[in-house]
C-alpha cells in the first residue's frame, strides 16, 4: 500500500514558478511510475506528466518545456518544477503511483494510488 503526500501548491502570478512535491507514506517509489494531473474546476482530471519506473519521462504537449518532472531516489520524493505558470494552469494537481504500460500512461485509470491534491492557482 502506497500513500502519497502532495505538497508545494499556492498562488503565483502569472509568468512564476512553483514546484510540487510528492512523497510516499509508509511505503516507497521503487517499481511505481508516478504521474502528476490536474483537474480545473468543471473539468475532467487530464494528464501532465509521468516518470516511468524505467525512468522514461513523459509530458502533456501544454506543459513542455514549461514543467519538469524529477525523482530525488535518496528522499523518496517526485518533484514537478512549474514555471512560465499561466492562468490556464490554475487546478487541484494530484500525485499518482501506478504500473502503467507505456500506452496508458496518460490514463487516470491505470494508476491506483493517489495523493490529497493541492490547489495551484496563477492569477493577478
Known amino acids: 500500500q502506497v500513500q502519497l503526500v502532495v505538497s508545494g501548491g499556492g498562488l503565483v502570478q502569472p509568468g512564476g514558478s512553483l514546484r510540487l512535491s510528492c512523497s510516499p507514506s509508509g511505503g516507497a517509489f521503487s517499481g511505481y511510475s508516478i504521474a502528476w494531473f490536474r483537474q480545473a474546476p468543471g473539468k475532467e482530471r487530464e494528464f501532465v506528466a509521468a516518470?516511468?519506473?524505467?525512468?522514461?519521462?513523459y509530458y502533456a504537449d501544454f506543459v513542455k518545456g514549461r514543467f519538469t518532472i524529477s525523482r530525488d531516489r535518496t528522499k523518496q520524493e517526485v518533484y514537478l518544477q512549474m514555471n512560465q505558470l499561466r492562468p490556464e494552469d490554475t487546478a487541484v494537481y494530484y500525485c499518482?503511483?501506478?504500473?502503467?504500460?507505456?500506452?496508458?500512461?496518460?490514463?487516470?485509470?491505470?494508476?491506483?494510488?493517489w495523493g490529497q491534491g493541492t490547489q495551484v492557482t496563477v492569477s493577478s
Open positions: 516518470l516511468k519506473r524505467s525512468d522514461g519521462i
Open positions: 499518482a503511483a501506478g504500473r502503467p504500460i507505456t500506452s496508458t500512461l496518460y490514463n487516470k485509470s491505470a494508476y491506483g494510488y
